[in-house]
């Protein structure tokens, strides 16, 4: 068997690591980057060259192709390589608007009374602005449409609400994924990312985590793709997990099927907890980065089984199970990031970072000549798994420590 995995971030280098760790000796990954070279074939192909990845994947005679992120989805690439008689894991451009459009997953949860926060949809500027004028602060501010995890604006007075809808509508900042937007009501709470599996019929719970997202200790700072993440998250009990399946996934697939949508893939809920009861913040369909790099470490079955399974719209032959292990990532990023990250800066220490259940997930990096450079903004994913959250912390920020490139930035408060 040969596999395909599409992206170059920390996601996938975790993705192929588990991959490989399941038997596959054949994986080819594009574009990939100097870290996934390491377990894989890269090949320059563009993750959103849909054309050029279907040309790979039959010159090729690919078994499985695994798309991380969101765009080749949002692009039709499951319907293009299906329609060609290739077996790929994720869902369909169809099923992906969960995530490719907010107002699309909104509506849909309003319709099934599936728990979300109140919100409206606008597609003129001026009545959004005029439906400010009426509202109490803080209120949430979205773009529609994909961009790259930026397009959500908590505005905590009526200035910086008129100023996102200017810029999102009639700047077009993210083009036209701000063609539509909503305004959602201010939820505050403890978050969580949970994960399920779907084969297109039934689905499997496929783990926890949670994600932090600004640049700086105890959130403070801008919003980034990530900055570290935990699993399993430290905000779900058991009886909330059972609330989540019950009321929003369940109820989510039902959905689903009555609106003639066949979900095959990872389905990643975004949960908002308020009072012990799990509302919907969003969607993604696809794996979360960096939740990936502490999730995939726990999983214990063989993953690339499951993933067929989906595609195929096979019965699961097994649930997954997780480690018991608490496991902490920390993200590396380059000096200016998120707002213009320095690049080309040479990383050293990465070889001493490594061991026993520590992991070192490679982003945003590039091998040049024999020396390891940053390539991004994002650049590398710290992994390490403990009995304890405190132990897996512990061993994390030994290896991080480590590791050094000039200007780098890190939090020390994951998992803390
Ligand atoms: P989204 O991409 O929709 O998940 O939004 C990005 C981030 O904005 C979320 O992870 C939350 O931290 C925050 N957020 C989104 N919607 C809300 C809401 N209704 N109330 C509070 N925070 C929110
Ligand atoms: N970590 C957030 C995301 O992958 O969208």
């Given amino acids: ?40 074939q890269c090949v320059p192909v563009k993750a959103d060259d849909v054309q050029g990845l279907l040309a790979f994947a039959r010159e090729k005679k690919i078994s499985l192709t695994i798309a991380g992120p969101e765009v080749p989805l949002q692009a039709g690439i499951v319907d293009t390589f299906t329609a060609n008689g290739l077996t790929i894991f994720g869902p369909t451009q169809q099923a992906a608007l969960l ?91 403890a978050e969580s990312s949970y994960f399920v599996i779907s084969n297109g019929n039934t689905f499997i719970p496929a783990g926890t985590a949670r994600d932090y997202k600004r640049l700086h200790d105890h959130d403070h700072g801008p919003n980034t793709g990530g900055m570290g993440s935990l699993s399993p998250s430290d905000k779900l009990t058991p009886e909330i997990e059972e609330k989540i399946t019950k009321r929003i996934i369940s109820p989510l697939m039902e959905a689903l099927r009555q609106e003639g949508i066949v979900y095959k893939g990872v389905l990643y809920t975004g949960i908002m907890i308020v009072n012990g ?106 992994t390490a798994l403990g009995e304890t959250v405190r132990t897996a912390r512990e061993k994390v920020y030994r290896a991080v420590n480590t590791i050094v490139f000039e200007g780098s930035q890190y939090r020390r408060d994951i998992g803390l």
């Fill in 1 to 40: 068997m040969n596999i395909l995995v599409i992206g170059s971030g920390g996601r996938e280098h975790a993705l192929v690591h588990k991959i490989k760790q399941d038997g596959i000796k054949t994986i080819y990954c594009a574009p990939g980057n100097a870290g996934i070279e390491e377990l894989a």
């Fill in 99 to 189: 995530e490719t459009s907010k107002a699309f997953a909104k509506k849909l949860l309003k319709k099934y009374g599936i728990p979300t926060p109140a919100f409206e949809v606008f597609d003129s500027s001026a009545d959004a602005l005029d439906y400010v004028k009426t509202r109490s602060f803080p209120l949430v501010i979205k773009a529609d449409g994909l961009a790259a995890g930026k397009g959500v604006v908590i505005a905590e007075e009526l200035s910086e609400a008129t100023g996102a809808i200017k810029d999102i509508m009639d700047k077009r900042i993210f083009g036209d994924a701000g063609k539509v937007l909503l305004i959602e009501e201010f939820l505050r709470g």
């Fill in 277 to 382: 009861d799990p509302s919907v913040l969003e969607f993604n369909v696809r794996f979360g980065d960096p939740e990936t790099q502490a999730l995939l470490p726990r999983i214990e079955n063989d993953l690339v089984s499951i993933f067929m399974d989906s595609a195929k719209g096979r019965m699961f032959a097994e649930p997954i199970t997780l480690k018991r292990d608490a496991s902490v990532c920390v993200v590396m990023a380059s000096q200016g990031y998120p707002a213009s990250p320095k690049t080309g800066i040479p990383i050293e220490g990465l070889k001493d970072a490594v061991g026993k259940d520590t992991f070192i997930f490679h982003a945003g990096t590039k091998n040049e000549k024999g020396t390891i450079k940053t390539a991004g903004g994002r650049v590398l994913g710290i």
